[in-house]
Structures are given as structure tokens and as C-alpha cells.
């Protein structure tokens, strides 16, 4: 039985995707340039620079953030030294629940950042290769691991070896309540060491498009595991599709979309750029597993944006979103900052805590 040929006419939605992306990036350039000033805050104990800190920053604290949830599962109390790091991890974790790995594609900015970098390289590649490059099959398996591994020291670490007190403990170390300006220390005075690892991350990235994002980030590996649980899921009608591949050509996680009923993969992003190439009406589908109906896309993208918005929101709103940590005592652990390394046992901690005590009272 021959297949009608119906042209798909309906609105694409990677330029909205693009714009939602775009004006993230905007906004964490914009959270990254006040927390310059709020740092030359602290620097001068108060003297000069910003007195409120944006607290959007703490969305780059994902280790602190993480040991913070755990903290709240196991006392039912919210951590006061970045509880917008909380809310922002628990954000991440509703959209892409919901919307498959979604924050990858639509909000993160290294995601962005990756994506732009990797549609440059493939063009580069075309021209010089005839095609874009991609990472051969009995490399790209066991690399996709490393991101597993690295999540899974993270959590034996922190659901397996960490108690309530010892929690409690590194949440209240000056380490940690510092964490956020020695990550923009790490950034302003990178090393040497630090931007050789970043130029050649960012010269596999051309031509092995989103190395980071594929290989290496445990955040991803966190939400694309999350993901499989999604009750939202790209479908193919096998019986309208006409087999033109052009669905997995746009893909940018590589996955062979024309091959499956449904999109059941860590790697997929949600973007949708799949059934936005797909030239015949409905044969892709974002579907609900559960009802079996269809969701628009536009709703889906919409939805993104709101549930991280509701979640981050509820925060603001009911006074949960900034630090609770008085400035004096962050005055007086600035002036040690460059002593202050990651503390590597409990002991460690508690001592540490113990002595700022002392220099704080």
C-alpha cells in the first residue's frame, strides 16, 4: 500500500529553542557579572563592590547542591548556605523528568556553548571529509561510560558514605560556604594546566561533536539516567514514515531515530530537532506514554520553561532562595580563602568548622 506524501508545513521550533537558549546564556553572563562585584564585596569586608549576591550562581554548585538534597531526604531540614543551588538541582531534575534530559538542549549554557561549537566543527568536517565526523562505535560505548563512572563516585560518595552529621558538617565548612568564589577564583586566575584542558576540550569538541556533554559530564549522565523514567517520549507512526533518514541526520546526539518505535535513549536531549526535519505530518510525535496522546511540541517547550520557573520561584517566594550565612562571617574566611582546600575526611571538617568558630565568636 502505497504511503501519501503530506509536507510537513508546520512551525519548527529550534529558533525558539535558540532563543530560549540564548537568553539563558545572556542571564548567567549577566548572574556571573554582578558576582564580581559581590566578590570585590567580600574582598573589601563590605567597603566596595556588590552587597547582594546573585544567588543563580549556586546553579554551578551541582556537588553542593547534591549533598544538600541528601541532607534534606534524610532530616527534612533545608541547609542555609545555598539553598538556591537546592531548588535550582531540584528544577533540573523536574524538567528533565518530564521533558526527557531536556534542561541539556534547552537551558544549560555549557550545553549551548557545546552545541554551537559542534554545528562549527561539522560544517569544517563536511567540507574537509565530505561528512561530519563521528566517534567509531567501540570507542564511543566505552567512553559514554566515563560520565557514568564519575556520577557514580559522586553518589557512593555522598548517598553511601556520608551520615546526616558528616553532611552537615562539609555543608557548614567554610570550604563549602565559600565554594562559590573559589569556583570564580579557579576561573579568574586559571592555570595554566586549567586552560590546556579546556583548549583541547574545546578542540575535541569540533570535531567530535559535544564531547563534554557526551563523554564526560556527570550532570548529564544524572539526567539522562533520569530520563528513561520520563512518561514523555519521542514516537515514529512506522506506517507514515518513508524512511528518509532525515530524522536522524538532524539529530545531534547521533541517535538513529529512523531505526525505533520510540526514543528510549540517555542521549536524547529533547530538542525535537527530529520532528522538525521530518517532512510528513505526525509520523514523529512527542507522546505521552501514559495517555498515548499527542503533545505539542510548542506545549513541551513551554512546559520546560515553566517547571523550572514554578520550582526556582516557590523558592524566591517563600524566602528560601538566598544564603542564610551572615556576611561578617564570610569577611573573616575571605581573608584565609587561599587555605581553604577541599576537605578530605569528616575529622577534617569538623576541625576546620571548629576553627572558624573560633576566629568568627
Known sequence: MAITYIKNREKKIQKYRFLVQSLFALLCIWIGVEFYFYVGYLETSGVSGLASKPEGVEGFLPISALMSVYYFLLTGELHGAHPAGFFILLGIIGVSYFIGKSFCSWLCPVGFISELVGDFGDKISTKLFGKPLKMPKFLDYPLRSVK???????????????????????????YNLLADVKMFYFFADITQTGLIVIAVLFGLSIFIRNFWCRYLCPYGALLGALSFLSPN?????TSSCIDCKLCTKA????????????VYSDECSSCMSCIDACPVKDTLQFRSVITK???????????????YIIITGTAILTGNWESTTPKEQLFIYMKNIN??????????????????????N
Open 233 to 237: 517520549k519521542i514516537k515514529r507512526d
Open 148 to 174: 557514568y563512572l564519575l556520577l557514580a563516585f559522586f553518589v557512593y560518595v555522598i548517598f553511601f558514605q556520608m551520615s546526616a552529621l558528616a553532611l552537615r558538617s562539609f555543608l557548614d565548612s567554610p
Open 339 to 360: 587555605s581553604l582546600g577541599h576537605p578530605r575526611s569528616t575529622n577534617e571538617v569538623d576541625l576546620l568548622n571548629e576553627k572558624a568558630k573560633k576566629e568568627f
Open 293 to 307: 496522546k499527542k503533545i505539542s511540541k510548542f506545549y513541551a517547550a513551554g512546559s520546560i520553561i515553566l517547571i
Open 251 to 262: 539529530c545531534p546526539s547521533r541517535i538513529n531515530v529512523h531505526k525505533v518505535n520510540m
